[in-house]
């Protein structure tokens, strides 16, 4: 005896023809329909202040940009196994093995913040080092007033 299972496929969700944001879509149109109505009053008005008008009527426009984004965005469908490693959705094994990574390079920071070492602590009680009695060589270019005029790389040491 078999039995058969009818699988029904996953259908999306429907939003409509404006998408999940409708209020986002509906403020962008509004704002879109007002700024041409305003630009259109300073170009045809006959107004002293046309100009006015036009600029006012430009900038509503380009707010509507703002709108128009919001809608776009938010109707951005991503599945959800893309989303697991943005929305901390870690597979149990990986949330092992970031575990044990973290405790590695904790162990790490923490070896190199030990106290006792030589320098004493800083105004937040932070270790300071010292590096007193350490030779350092660096190398100049100088011009020597000697025999020969020419530039050469002369190495001195510093004491700090």
Known sequence: MSTSVQVEPVAERSHGAVGRCRWSFWF???HDILGVFIMMVGVFGGLVVHDLFIY????IIFLSLIWWVFWYSG???VPPEELEDDVDLIKA???RLSRAVRR?????RNSFRR???PG???PSGGHIPTISGTDVSFSSTQNRTSAS???ELVREPLSI
């Open 56 to 59: 006012i009527g430009a900038i």
């Open 115 to 117: 106290k006792g070492r």
């Open 149 to 151: 005029s020419s530039k």
């Open 104 to 108: 590695v390079s904790n162990r790490i």
């Open 120 to 122: 004493g602590e800083g």
């Open 75 to 77: 109707n951005i469908d």
């Open 93 to 95: 094994k990986n949330r």
């Open 28 to 30: 962008a149109v509004v």
